[in-house]
């Protein structure tokens, strides 16, 4: 039960009227970026990150993760409304919240939207306060080899767990830790990939390739597709709220589901995104009402938005507690702690324990304020929609420069911010992932560092990585969803050349029964 | 988003298919320049150091190339219909802010970035949003303002100015 005692303690840090502020603040900036096009959590919250250098590092990281919060939640508002997900993981949101808005039932949608992004995000923060403990515990004993291991879990889940082409998020991934490559060698001093150009002896930071690919490529795709925003009205009534929050407790295995899709797709580096998909497509199969899916269904609004909020917020548990992040968002924030002079990793519960529960404490307060205020704000942020995009189209381009630049305070990063617009543009295009490329870039020299100490500490044997059980479990586990698009792969390939036989004596079944 | 447009959107320009194919050779070419790279470094074992400094970005650019390789293949083998990439004027639009931004970026380093943000906003609200040029103004006007006061005044980061600001005194 020491957790509970920390927990207490960390309320007391986050209990503060400055830290209240900032929550406030955090959340109603995190809901317009949710809601604009082209600034997400990710961007979002790395273009504010230079905002909070003079802040103490506990109330700077309340207010960020506070925008992710936000971003979280205002991501729902526009897939309902106006059919436009501002978050990749709202996509699924769409499907039948939008369809609820039409028929009239906005007010109904959005109610359980938010409430079902408020249960899963608080499913994942007593995961986070009870299991993050015991990880960072068990983590303290870790060599190079376990932290190598770990990475490698971290990159091949992305292999094996990704939609998509397997060798589009290799390709996406492997740029990443090219570009993650450039610069000085950590561990012998070198230059590599400079080609004598003093600019990139630095490397490309990872900020600038979040602020370009994220802000820009988005700006540029909402350029293209002409975006036009027509979109229902909605205020929130309050007979409304409580008769979906009736309707939302019949509704309880699904949510149970949706928390536990959520949680182990955040902590395993999946993402949102998956998660969300992953939880309504398992909801349709399994609800008495799955035919109703996409015309208007309430479980399909609560299913995705359960996930996706659980696995935003469970992403944050390896970010702490190992230094790894699961996801773009969970990245910038890590680079946020190491600009403030903390270390992440399991040390981090050791040294740093006021910001750590403060931190923790600050989700539930966080997530509370979040509900409140989308339930009494949403027309007000329906209103920033209307907001022609000719206007918002270039102050977040401003914003975006300005947050480029504030990085390094160089010119040569707001040019790079550009150029990884581009590639944003065209890779989401082509279905090569992003994140991957980001927590590439984020995590690359780490890995290499760890790999590069193990191989020294065993002289070059590969056999270190399965040297016990640990290492040698995570390395496996690893393995194996590398290689599970090839499984997938082979059990289609086995399945159509099982079927045709049976397809063929169907059609010629049929066709004895029209003689 | 707005889908099913085709009839306005123009002329195809480029399709996916050789999109793919042009972004897998450019990533082969990266690979290229990093394994050029690697080697000059050493992307063996040494003794005391372990794997030399290209040992990774060697096996890195390999993976790349390889799965580049792969994505080429498969991409240049879809011969069939292929899905339009972009048509003449969802494209018109992107360049429309493409652009002016990168005429926005070169201009900050000249006339510092609060009045190239100015000049930016203004000229993209009336130039491709034919917004009211009152409101184009003022639009143009605060931001530049409530930025200059947000990070010179309230958190203290510097960003780059230009000769305006000189007169002004800053």
Request: glycine share 10%; net charge neutral.
């Amino acid at each position: 039960m020491d957790e509970i005692v920390s927990l207490i303690g960390g309320f007391k840090v986050a209990l503060s009227w400055y830290n209240l502020a900032l929550m406030i603040v955090g959340i109603l900036l995190g809901v317009i970026i949710g809601v604009l096009p082209g600034l997400g959590g990710a961007n979002g919250v790395a273009i504010l990150l230079p905002l909070t250098f003079a802040m103490p590092p506990t109330s700077a990281i309340i207010m960020l993760s506070c925008i992710y919060w936000g971003a979280l939640f205002g991501g729902a508002i526009t897939s309902i409304l106006f059919n436009i997900p501002g978050e990749p993981w709202s996509v699924a949101t769409t499907f039948d919240g939008h369809p609820m808005a039409q028929q009239g039932r906005a007010d109904e949608a959005l109610t359980a939207a938010f409430t079902s992004s408020f249960v899963g995000a608080l499913v994942a923060v007593v995961v986070i306060t009870f299991l993050a403990p015991l990880v960072a515990k068990f983590a303290l004993q870790f060599g190079p080899a376990e932290f190598f291991s770990v990475f490698f879990l971290t990159f091949a889940s992305f292999v094996g767990m990704g939609k998509g082409s397997p060798f589009k998020v290799l390709a996406s991934m492997c740029l990443g830790f090219a570009l993650g490559a450039v610069g000085l060698d950590k561990v012998t001093g070198t230059l590599r990939m400079t080609f004598g150009h003093e600019e990139l002896l630095i490397g490309f930071d990872f900020l600038i390739a979040v602020i370009g690919l994220f802000g820009i490529g988005e700006i540029l795709s909402s350029m293209e597709s002409g975006l036009k925003f027509s979109g229902s009205h909605a205020t929130i009534r309050l007979n409304v709220v409580l008769q979906t929050w009736k309707h939302l407790l019949k509704l309880w295995v699904t949510s149970i589901r949706s928390c536990i899709v959520g949680c182990w797709m955040g902590i395993t580096p999946g993402g949102a995104t998956p998660a969300s998909f992953m939880s309504y497509g398992l909801a349709k199969r399994f609800s008495k009402r799955g035919a109703n899916f996409g015309k208007g269904e309430v479980e399909g609004v609560v299913a995705p938005e359960t996930a996706a909020h659980a696995a935003g917020t469970s992403a944050l548990l390896p970010m702490l507690t190992l230094g790894i992040p699961g996801s773009p968002t969970a990245a910038v924030l890590l680079g946020g702690l190491m600009i403030w002079g903390l270390q992440p990793g399991p040390m981090l519960f050791v040294e740093q324990k006021d910001f750590v529960w403060g931190l923790i404490a600050s989700m539930y307060l966080g997530n509370i304020a979040g509900l409140i205020i989308v339930l009494t704000c949403v027309p007000l942020f329906a209103a920033i929609l209307r907001v022609p995009f000719s206007i918002i189209a270039p102050i977040i381009l401003v914003i975006c420069a300005v947050g480029a630049y504030t990085v390094h305070n160089s010119m040569f990063d707001v040019w790079l911010m550009l150029a990884f617009g581009v590639v944003g543009y065209i890779f989401t295009k082509l279905d090569y992932p992003l994140p991957p490329l980001v927590l590439a870039i984020v995590l690359g020299d780490k890995a290499e560092e760890s790999f590069r100490q193990a191989m020294l500490a065993s002289q070059g044997n590969l056999s270190i990585f399965w040297s016990n059980w640990l290492v040698g479990s995570i390395m496996t586990l690893g393995t194996i969803l590398l290689f599970w698009p090839l499984v997938t792969w082979l059990q289609d390939k086995r399945r159509s050349l099982n079927s045709r036989p049976v397809a063929a004596s169907a059609g010629a079944a049929a066709v004895d029964k029209e003689r | 988003m707005q889908k099913g447009e085709d009839t306005n959107d123009g002329r195809p320009l480029v399709t996916n298919r050789t999109m793919e194919i042009v972004v897998a050779l450019v990533l082969l070419a990266g690979c290229t320049l990093v394994i050029y790279d690697s080697v000059r470094l050493g992307f063996g074992w040494r003794e005391g150091e372990g794997p030399a400094p290209g040992y990774y970005p060697f096996w890195v650019a390999v993976i790349l190339a390889v799965s580049s390789f792969i994505n080429l293949v498969s991409a240049a083998r879809s011969a069939g219909a292929s899905e339009t990439f972009v048509s003449l004027r969802p494209f018109g639009r992107v360049l429309a802010v493409l652009v002016p931004s990168l005429i926005y970026v070169a201009l900050i380093g000249y006339i510092g970035i609060y009045v190239a943000s100015a000049i930016f906003i203004f000229a993209f609200m009336i130039a491709v949003g034919r917004e009211n040029p009152l409101k184009a103004i003022g639009v143009a006007a605060v931001v530049p303002v409530a930025l200059f006061f947000m990070f010179e005044k309230w958190f203290l980061v510097p960003l780059p100015k230009g000769p305006l600001e000189a007169w002004l005194g800053y």
